[in-house]
């Protein structure tokens, strides 16, 4: 099969088997730029409602660079990744400021913008302003490594770029939108991780690990490190008057500019009672007593998993100070909703809801 029979093949069932999607429905190069950040981390199926919500919020790249930041990642809340919507909005500025609202349509150029590396590049300029610039997600990998039977572990650099080449010797330079696009769906509903519809596959006659019976072996990928888990207790400190505290998380650690329950990680030796009236010793500079769980659950990050504890606190002596987080505020729980937290600390503020509407 040529370079341009493999493209015709990708382009034909393209054509034939694309799904809808809203941002598919659009030359608009804002709202594929938004799509693009948003299936950086999320599949299909969660990231739409959010991307309609998010455009329905922010119509144009203006009315983002407007908005501050807070309503951007409430408008992103749950999502997860929330560097993203940060990225986004620190480049939505840099849109209105250096491009008069344009994006750029050049890869050397959007590249430098906040949140855009290599693969998103090349989708915004493909999508947006049919520009000839390969895609490479790990759907693509699997469809790259399958057809040419390379063996390689995925995890390494190096055979991302053994697929990158391939693929940019292979992309129709008349669609490379439609290319694109078609290739990453051929991996996502037909050369599945496990159980790939080869009968379906327009590429399959020259496909190595078909022909092989591979496909359960390609792509390799070496078993990845055990994630470590960590215990966090948190505090849902009580006034008198009914509100409770929260804390503002600083910008450059993970999940900047979200809120939480003040809190951290339990230490050796230590209760997870203990560990919430030492931390919140550390960051509030309060002696609390920490009296009865409120709930506890479990959460996934990327890199490491964790169990959250909350408890209801009493505040014994001092004044609450944000000695670890940007801001610290005293607020009403039914006014909770209106703040961005992180999905963990989002089931308690949604707890909290429920019990003081029930009381």
């Not at 590249?111 to 302003?129: M, R």
């Not at 990327?302 to 609450?320: D, M, Q, R, V, W």
Request: charged share 25%; net charge negative.
């Amino acid at each position: 099969m040529t370079n341009s029979e493999f493209s015709q093949n990708i382009l034909d069932w393209f054509k034939e088997h694309r799904r809808e999607m809203p941002w598919r429905e659009t030359r608009d190069p804002y709202k594929i730029w938004i799509s693009e950040i948003m299936l950086q981390q999320t599949r299909v199926d969660q990231a739409w409602p959010y991307f309609e919500r998010f455009i329905s919020l922010f119509p144009t790249v203006y009315d983002l660079a407007k908005a501050n930041q807070q309503q951007v990642l409430k408008a992103w809340e749950g999502l997860g990744y929330y560097s993203r919507a940060r990225n986004l909005h620190a480049a939505s500025k840099m849109i209105v400021d250096e491009y008069d609202g344009k994006l750029p349509e050049e890869y050397d150029e959007i590249i430098q913008l906040k949140g855009i590396g290599p693969y998103t590049a090349a989708a915004i300029t493909s999508i947006a302003f049919g520009k000839p610039n390969a895609v490479v997600d790990g759907n693509v990998i699997r469809v790259i490594t399958r057809y040419f039977g390379i063996e390689d572990d995925v995890r390494k650099t190096g055979t991302t770029k053994q697929v990158q080449e391939h693929v940019n010797e292979l992309i129709s330079k008349d669609y490379p939108a439609e290319f694109n696009q078609g290739l990453m769906e051929i991996g996502s509903t037909v050369c599945t991780p496990t159980k790939p519809n080869c009968l379906e596959c327009p590429i399959s006659t020259r496909c190595v690990a078909t022909k092989m019976a591979k496909t359960d072996s390609i792509p390799y990928k070496s078993p990845a490190k055990k994630k470590p888990h960590k215990h966090i207790g948190v505090g849902i400190i009580e006034c008198e008057d009914g509100k409770v505290l929260i804390a503002l998380r600083p910008e450059n650690v993970m999940l900047g500019g979200l809120w939480e329950f003040p809190g951290g990680k339990q230490e050796e030796g230590e209760t997870i009672q203990q560990t919430v009236e030492r931390e919140l010793k550390e960051e509030l500079g309060v002696e609390v007593y920490a009296y009865k769980e409120f709930m506890s659950l479990k959460h996934v990050y990327s890199h490491f998993s964790i169990t959250l504890h909350a408890y209801n606190c009493k505040l014994l002596s001092g004044e609450p100070k944000p000695k670890s987080s940007q801001e610290i505020r005293w607020v009403d729980i039914s006014e909770l909703e209106q703040y961005p937290f992180p999905k963990a600390n989002k089931q308690l503020t949604e707890k909290l809801i429920s019990i003081s509407e029930s009381h």
